[in-house]
C-alpha cells in the first residue's frame, strides 16, 4: 500500500528536508571529484596507461548524458520519493562494484551504472523538493539545497587525496556507503511520498533523440577538454549531438506530450534563468578546475595542498546560507543576480592576479568571498528557475533545467581547457605557464559579467510573488 502524501505543513518549518535531498547531490559531486585524484593509483594497480583511466570519468559523464531527460518522466510516473530511494540505493550497490573492481573493465561498467543511478539523483530531488516546498518557504530551501551541489566540488579533491594518501583508491566509492544508507533512513522516516501517475507514458522518440542529443554533445565537450579523441571523432560527436536536438526540438513541437518540455521557455523568468544562468556558469564552472592547475603547476604546491586551499571557498558557500534569503527580499531577483554576477566576475579576475609571493592572507579571504559570492548566485537562481513553473510541469522544468546545466558545466571545461592549449601554442610554451592559466581565468570573469547584462534584462517584478510571500513568511 502506497503511504499517503505527508503535506508541507504537516512538516511544519522543519528545515531538515532540503539537506537530506541535498545529501543525494553531495554523494554524487563528491563521489565524481575525489575519483579525479585516484586515478594514477588505479591505473598503477591496473597496469594501464594512465590516459586510459580517462574512461573513469568519461564513461560516467556519457551515463549520466543518457539518463538526465528520462528523470523527470519517471519522477511523475512512479513517485519521486520511490525513485529517489531507488537512485541512491543503485549509486551505492554501483560504488560497491567500482570498489570491488579488478581491472579497468569492470571498473568501467561499474562507472556507467553509477552514472545512471546519478543521472536521478539531482533531478529527481528537485522534483520532491518543489513538490514539498511552499511558495513562502521555496527561497530558503532552494538556498539550502545550493551548499551540498558547492561543497562536493570543494570537498572532493582534498578528501580524495587524503584517502588515496592514507588508505587506498577503494575508500573513495566505499565512502559512499554510510552516507548513501543515512540518507535512505532519513528519506524514508521525513522525507513525503508523493504518488505516481500510472498513465504517465514515455516519449520513446523523445528519450532517444534527447539522450542522443545529450550524450554527443556532452562527451564531445569532455573530450574537447581533455583531448581524449582525435579531432575529427570530436566534430563528429558535436555534429550528431548538434543533429539530434535539431531533430527533437522538431519532435517536440508536433508531440502532445514530449519528454522534455520547450514550452517552458515562454516562461520569462524561467528562460532568463536558464540562458543567464547557464552563460554565468560557462564563466564560472571551470574556475576550482583552473585554481588547481594554478596553484600546483604555477606555484608548486601539492594536490592535497591546493585541495585544502579552496576549502575556504566552501566556508565561503556555508556562511552566505543564512544571508542570501534576506538578500533577495531587499533588492529583489533582478539586482541581486546582476550585482552579484558582476561581484562575481571581479573576484574571479582578482584570482587571475594572484602569484607565486600572494600572502596567504590576501588569498584565502578572496577564496572564501567568492565562496560567498557563488552560493549567493546559484541558491538565488535556483528560486528563480521555478518561481513562476506551475506545480505539475516541476518534474518537466527540473529535466530541461538538469539538461541545460549538464551541457553548460561540460561545455565550461570544455573550453578553458581548449583555450588554455590554444593560448600554449600561439605564445610557444611547452608546460603551462602562470600567464596562461591567467588569461584564460579572466576570460571566465568577462562570461559572467556578460551575464550580468542578461539579468539587467529581467523585469523589477521577476519573482515578486515568490520574494512576497518569503517575506510574509520570514
Known sequence: ????????????????????????????????????????????????????????????????????????????????????????????????????????????LARLLQGAAGAMMAPVGQVLLLRWSTPETLLRNMAALAIPALLGPMLGPPLGGLLVSLLSWHWIFLINLPIGALGLALILRRVPDYPGDPQRRLDRRGFLLSSCALACLVFGFEALGHRLLPARWIAALLLSGSLAALAYHRHARRCAEPLIDLGLLRIPTFAAALWAGNLFRLGSAAQPFLLVLLLQ???????????????????????????????????????????????????????????????WWLLIPLLYLGGILRSLQFSTLGALTYADVPRELASRASSLSAMS????????????????????????????????????IASGALLCAVSALLFHRLGDSAGAALRGRAAAAG
Open 1 to 108: 500500500m502506497q503511504a499517503k502524501p505527508i503535506l508541507p505543513a504537516a512538516l511544519g518549518a522543519s528545515r531538515l528536508v532540503p539537506m537530506i535531498i541535498g545529501a543525494a547531490l553531495f554523494m554524487e559531486l563528491l563521489d565524481g571529484t575525489a575519483v579525479l585524484t585516484a586515478l594514477p593509483q588505479m591505473a598503477g594497480e591496473f597496469g594501464e596507461v594512465p590516459v586510459r583511466m580517462n574512461l573513469v570519468v568519461s564513461l560516467y559523464l556519457l551515463a549520466v548524458a543518457l539518463f538526465v531527460p528520462v528523470s523527470g518522466w519517471a519522477a511523475d510516473r512512479f513517485g519521486p520519493r520511490r525513485v529517489l530511494l531507488a537512485a541512491i540505493a543503485s549509486f551505492m550497490l554501483a560504488s560497491l562494484a567500482c570498489a570491488a573492481s579488478a581491472s579497468l573493465l569492470q571498473l568501467s
Open 297 to 359: 603547476l604555477g606555484f608548486g604546491l601539492d594536490p592535497l595542498a591546493a585541495g585544502l586551499l579552496t576549502l575556504a571557498g566552501g566556508a565561503g558557500a556555508l556562511s552566505v546560507k543564512f544571508l542570501s534569503v534576506s538578500i533577495v527580499q531587499r533588492f529583489g531577483f533582478r539586482r541581486t543576480l546582476s550585482g552579484n554576477a558582476l561581484l562575481c566576475a571581479l573576484s574571479i579576475l582578482l584570482c587571475a592576479l594572484v602569484r607565486a609571493d600572494t600572502s
Open 405 to 440: 546545466m549538464q551541457l553548460a558545466m561540460s561545455l565550461a571545461v570544455g573550453l578553458a581547457s581548449s583555450l588554455l592549449a590554444g593560448l600554449m601554442q600561439l605564445r610557444g610554451h611547452s608546460q603551462v605557464q602562470v600567464g596562461d592559466l591567467a588569461l584564460v
